[in-house]
């Protein structure tokens, strides 16, 4: 592959991650959004993250194992409860990690 292919190549793949992102934010900057849907925009973060983090929770190994030996399903229960009880991000990681650090530890 020659270099004029590599950058057309690079500038392509710029092109079609820059402007998928830059329209709707171009679009929607300057207008005021219905209720209804700023809450349902308010619910994307989490459902994005929850659909990056439950496979590797439910199945670190590429099969649901809920089994004791899946040490992050059974750290992640704990860890949920206090972030519905605390609602407090930093520290949910630092109790998950705690509990990771001390499962690995006595286990």
Do not use: H
């Not at 809920?66 to 407090?88: C, D, I, K």
Request: hydrophobic letters at 60%; charged letters at 5%; glycine letters at 4%.
């Amino acid at each position: 592959m020659d270099q004029q292919t590599i950058l057309f190549t690079l500038f392509g793949m710029m092109a079609v991650t820059y402007i998928p992102r830059m329209l709707p934010a171009m679009a929607l900057s300057s207008r005021n959004l219905p209720p209804i849907v700023v809450k349902w925009l308010s619910y994307v973060p989490t459902a994005v993250l929850s659909a990056l983090l439950m496979p590797s929770l439910l199945a670190p190994e590429g099969i649901i194992d809920l089994s004791f030996s899946n040490l992050y399903f059974w750290v992640a229960v704990p860890t949920f409860a206090v972030a519905m009880y605390t609602r407090n991000f930093f520290g949910t990681v630092a109790v998950g990690m705690g509990l990771v650090a001390a499962a690995r530890y006595f286990l």
